[in-house]
């Protein structure tokens, strides 16, 4: 289990539904199922992984985010989770909004761009980060959206989105003191837990 | 010489036929005093009667779902035998399946085809047309007397995906989890329009006689014919036709013969479909059929709302599309996913990259059958267990076995 995936558990409220946006292989609902007793779906595009889904005994279904979440209600569910997603989708800002339509708080993890790793990368060497977070090549990479915590944050400002808590997670990903001090330069993946009122 | 299955197979297989005395009241406000189901069965009916699953045929199939008939030809199985048998999606080493010829057939199920015995001639076009819920309600009593209570899962594609859906929703407590398949919630306006065109198609053959053909020994042959062949379009998709067919002349066709005989491969192939299906189903079948599919609505018992009439159901739901299905395209199967989350039901929902188009949930596809056998393969997990609970705990009783083979005979 990715360590970021047992903090987001510790965030959840047992018996809650929760809908897993992109949740590939189902690992994560699975986790919550057993840990949490959540119920709920994930959203996946991926034949082979709703296959997995599928044995795993996950409840996915094939959807395209970059399309809406028009077929969910109202907070219709307790958590919207979507974990290293944002940075893959065209339409980050309307997501954003359907997920806190759509649930009542969401949960959103992405590899955070300012980590000094790939500062170096740009300033001492002139190439594009590459590393364990962020392993593809520029031009085979699925991220359209290169962001960093401090460029997330300023968005949930504009949008009056509420940040209800925040954990950042250093090259270890564990949430240890430096990345708590230094966010945007030690924390390699951040993990947010948003509301609006 | 006995031919030699092969072991994937569930063999030789033998029809049973079942009677029901007791009058079914049907939609259409008459009812059945008595009535035949044909049926098979593979596998083995464990101790608490848990593993039971059925499958629900759709237009033109019938109760001959796997396996060979005595004297068949053993290349020519059962409909679904892709799916059926040792260690495939529906394995018969875990399950017992079983599937019927509806009510309305015309393969030993009491039809138009059948005996009135109010004035003992074939019933023809007087025999009522059922519905979906019809149907259901007589399976229901097929699976009472094979001492079925509640069944693992009810699975169909097309008509028989609505089938499985129906179960859901008539008999909530009867059915673990539901499998519909390139089904749609009801049919749309174009979907009735190729069903009206089949049925002008048979009604309009001189050979028709209001549905009375049997008296005068003839079958409408080109109208039924021509509504076979226009479903097979609608089966098909445009990339597979074009792959299939494409402008190929068909042999012996060396140039155009500026005439209308069969000249195009998609013409040869249409016309044979077409004319087999003559020699194999009966027209009064079709037009019921096609009525059938016409009046699945189960929203118009819930005020047009689909997710109310989930919400009393307690199935677990698998809903499966193919990209290139037009007659029930994945938008169709998307509606009725959107109504089970809308009722809060448990739902997982694949769409199948595939150019078979409709005909594609009767194609071995390797995602589609990992995700049936995924799936199931949990299900018998979950029944197996349920079963050791029950055998531990002597309180509750499993279900009453219902002597079912006293009036089963063999067809």
């Known amino acids: 289990m990715r360590p970021e995936l047992e903090l987001i558990s510790e965030w959840i409220r047992p018996g809650a539904r929760v809908l897993d946006l992109g949740c590939g292989d189902g690992a994560l609902l699975a986790y919550l199922h057993e840990r949490r007793q959540v119920s709920g779906y994930g959203l996946e595009i991926d034949s082979a992984n709703i296959v997995k889904c599928i044995q795993a005994g996950v409840n996915v279904i094939h959807a395209d985010l970059e399309a809406g979440l028009e077929d969910f209600g109202d907070s219709s569910f307790d958590y919207v989770i979507m974990t290293q997603t944002l940075q893959a989708v065209r339409h980050t800002e309307r997501l954003l909004d359907e997920m806190l339509r759509v649930g009542r708080q969401s949960i959103v993890t992405f590899p955070n761009f300012g980590f000094w790793r790939g500062r170096l990368q740009i300033a001492l060497q002139g190439l594009m980060p590459v590393g364990k977070t962020l392993p593809y090549q520029w031009y085979d990479t699925p991220n359209v959206h290169l962001f960093t915590i401090r460029d997330f944050e300023a968005l949930c400002r504009n949008k009056h989105i509420d940040i ?28 947010y837990r948003l509301g609006r009122a | 010489m006995p031919h030699h299955f092969p072991p994937d197979s569930v063999g030789l297989v033998t029809p049973q036929t079942l009677q029901f005395e007791e009058p079914l009241a049907l939609d259409c406000g008459r009812s059945l005093a008595e009535y035949e189901l044909v049926h098979e069965t593979y596998g083995t009916l464990n101790a608490d009667h848990s593993n039971a ?65 109010e004035n003992r001639k074939p019933y023809g076009p007087d025999f009522p047309i059922v519905t979906v819920k019809d149907w259901v309600r007589s399976q229901a009593r097929l699976a009472d007397r094979l001492g079925i209570r509640r069944w693992a899962a009810v699975i169909g594609g097309s008509l028989g995906g609505m089938q499985a859906m129906q179960w859901a929703i008539t008999y909530p407590d009867r ?10 919630p009801r049919l749309s306006a174009q979907n009735i329009a190729f069903n009206e065109v089949a049925r002008q198609a048979i009604i309009s053959d001189p050979d028709f006689h209001h549905g009375h053909y049997y008296e005068f020994g003839v079958v409408p042959r080109r109208g039924l014919m021509i509504a076979r062949m226009l479903g097979h379009i609608t089966y098909l998709s445009d990339e597979g036709m074009r792959a299939k067919f494409g402008r190929e002349l068909w042999e012996g066709t060396p140039n155009f013969n500026f005439n209308f005989d069969t000249e195009f491969q998609v013409e040869s192939y249409l016309r044979h479909q077409g004319k087999a299906f003559v020699d194999r189903f009966d027209a009064n079948t079709y037009l019921l059929m096609t009525k059938t599919l016409d009046y699945f609505d189960p929203a118009a018992d819930f005020d047009q709302d689909l997710s109310a009439a989930f919400h009393r159901t307690q199935a677990r739901f698998l809903v499966i599309s193919f990209t290139s299905d037009w007659r029930f395209a994945p938008a169709r199967s998307r509606e ?62 499993p279900t009453a076995p219902v002597a079912a083979e006293a009036n089963a005979h063999a067809t």
């Open chain 2, 53 to 117: 699953v059925l499958i629900c045929h759709a237009l033109s199939g019938d109760h001959h779902a796997a396996g060979c008939h005595e004297g068949a030809d053993p290349n020519k199985p059962g409909w679904w035998d892709n799916c059926i048998g040792p260690g495939k999606p529906f394995d018969t080493r875990e399950f017992f399946v079983v599937c019927c010829n509806n009510l309305g057939g015309c393969k030993g199920s009491t039809g138009p085809t059948s005996i009135n015995p």
């Open chain 2, 336 to 397: 009725i996913v959107r109504a089970l989350v809308r009722a809060g039901r448990e739902v997982s929902y694949s769409e199948i990259s595939s150019e078979y188009g409709h005909d594609a949930f009767l194609m071995p596809i390797p995602l589609y059958h990992e995700a049936l056998r995924g799936y199931l393969s949990r299900v018998a997990r979950e029944v197996n267990l349920n079963g050791r609970d029950r055998e531990s705990s002597p309180t509750i009783p």
């Open chain 1, 164 to 191: 209800l808590q925040r954990m950042v997670l250093d090259h270890a990903h564990q949430p240890r003191l430096g990345p708590r001090l230094w966010p945007n330069l030690l924390g390699e993946i951040a993990l």
């Open chain 2, 175 to 184: 059915v673990r989890h539901a499998l519909v398949i390139a089904a749609a």
